[in-house]
């Protein structure tokens, strides 16, 4: 399949100045001596998007993300390296990108027309689309600098959307509308996706990255880590989130050996499910040190272990303890909770009923949750212990707060923390009867 998009080879650099007079004694420097530092911004990056493809591009802040969409796009040139895009394309970048703030919308939009080469004729036949869809009132007759940020999002995206684009870029500017308008805009792009549209996008919603990417290319620090499956690329990003080096340089080298046979390298913990996971490396844990909650995971419905799981799916939260003292009755928990620190979910052995017998030092158990995923789409973290009573009092051996994040990746989500999975039925009552 032919290319839309090709990257090769590109590198954008910034020139970094301490101080401003810098800049000037670096021009008048008899010896051309440097006062600058070099600031990679993308360093040899390649990459290609064929036709009719989705692919979203993501990484921390600072990665480049936005940078090699306007080398794209055409807003930036790039140091070294070339790209070749055949297509129409239209863009949205950052909020206003293109807009002029004192004509009004209506200006706008055939101006940014013009520029992308229709004719007013064939702005005129798209016009009303375009306000329709925008839904901005009399505003569309006022001077842009006047608009509400959502205002804004909703004209540029409007346009952007209604001009038959061969290649449609959207940057970060959707995450400004509000969730209606979001969700309409989405639509728009899986209607026109299935057209055959070729669309690139960076977001940070994981959710729609898994949703409507067909490959995703990760970033980090503007270099090229890796590409493929958008559910493979958000774990790897996700252990970069988590400072989790090392485990990834050990992924990637996995991914990159194309010898068919295994590294002889040893890994550092073989066989455990945690490995597999994106772990909170600033985790708080303590106990008694009588038990060890040595390997935990967390499984979708296919058995995988991995941070992202889908509502309404069933999946299982497993631990395994190693004891080191007798313990008469061990109690296992496990927490979800929010960003903020609310608890959502949990439950533990002792409330399902399923009572431990007493363990003994030297003792291992591995104990799973399963349990239907009915939290709406979103970002949560895990928490999960080894308790008991001894006397009367309440006694921690080993507890882990907020030791893993769990992604959740929905198509639907309802008003609230969690979907109540309604049944809906519509019929239409007839007069009279």
Do not use: W
């Amino acid at each position: 399949m032919e290319n839309a998009i090709t990257v090769t080879d590109v590198t954008k650099i910034y020139k970094m100045y301490d101080k401003p007079i810098d800049r000037l004694k670096e021009s008048l420097h008899p010896g051309h001596k440097e006062y600058h530092k070099k600031f990679y911004a993308l360093n040899h990056l390649s990459f290609q998007v064929k036709k009719g493809e989705t692919v979203g591009i993501i990484g921390t802040n600072g990665s480049g993300k936005s940078t090699i969409l306007k080398i794209i796009t055409g807003v930036l040139s790039p140091t070294t390296g070339e790209v070749k895009v055949k297509g129409n394309i239209s863009a949205l970048l950052e909020l206003g990108a293109g807009f002029n703030s004192d004509y009004t919308g209506i200006e706008n939009i055939y101006m940014n027309g013009t520029m992308m080469g229709f004719s007013k004729k064939e702005m005129d036949r798209k016009l009303q689309d375009i306000l329709d869809f925008a839904d901005i009132g009399d505003f569309v007759y006022q001077p842009v600098k006047t608009y509400s940020s959502g205002m804004f999002v909703r004209l540029a995206f409007a346009l952007a959307i209604n001009v038959e684009p061969e290649i449609l870029i959207v940057d970060e500017a959707l995450s400004v509308g509000d969730v209606f308008f979001q969700s309409k805009c989405y639509r728009r792009m899986e209607e026109i996706r299935q057209r055959g549209t070729t669309i690139l996008m960076v977001t940070h919603d994981m959710g729609s990255i898994i949703k409507y990417c067909d490959r995703v290319v990760l970033l980090n620090k503007g270099n090229f880590v890796a590409e493929g499956a958008p559910g493979h690329m958000v774990d790897l990003y996700k252990k970069i989130l988590a400072n989790q080096m090392d485990a990834l340089k050990d992924e990637l080298e996995e991914m990159n050996d194309f010898s068919g046979e295994k590294s002889g390298k040893p890994k550092k913990a073989e066989g455990l499910m945690k490995e597999k996971l994106t772990i909170n490396g600033n985790r708080t844990e303590y106990g008694d040190g009588r038990a060890e909650i040595y390997d935990l995971g967390l499984l979708d419905a296919r058995g995988n272990v991995t941070n992202l799981l889908l509502k309404g799916e069933n999946f299982t939260i497993r631990e395994r303890i190693r004891f080191y003292a007798s313990i008469q009755a061990p109690i296992f928990t496990y927490t979800i909770k929010d960003k903020k620190g609310t608890e959502l979910s949990g439950t533990n052995t002792m409330f399902e009923g399923t009572d431990i017998r007493p363990v003994k030092d030297g003792d291992e158990y591995e104990v799973s949750f399963t349990q239907k995923m009915t939290l709406q789409g979103g970002e949560y973290l895990l928490s999960m212990s080894c308790t008991g009573f001894e006397m009367g009092e309440h006694v921690v051996y080993h507890r882990l707060y907020d030791v893993a994040n769990i992604t959740v990746i929905s198509n639907k989500n309802t008003v609230g923390v969690y979907d109540m999975e309604s049944v809906v039925e519509a019929k239409r009552i007839e007069c009279g009867s």
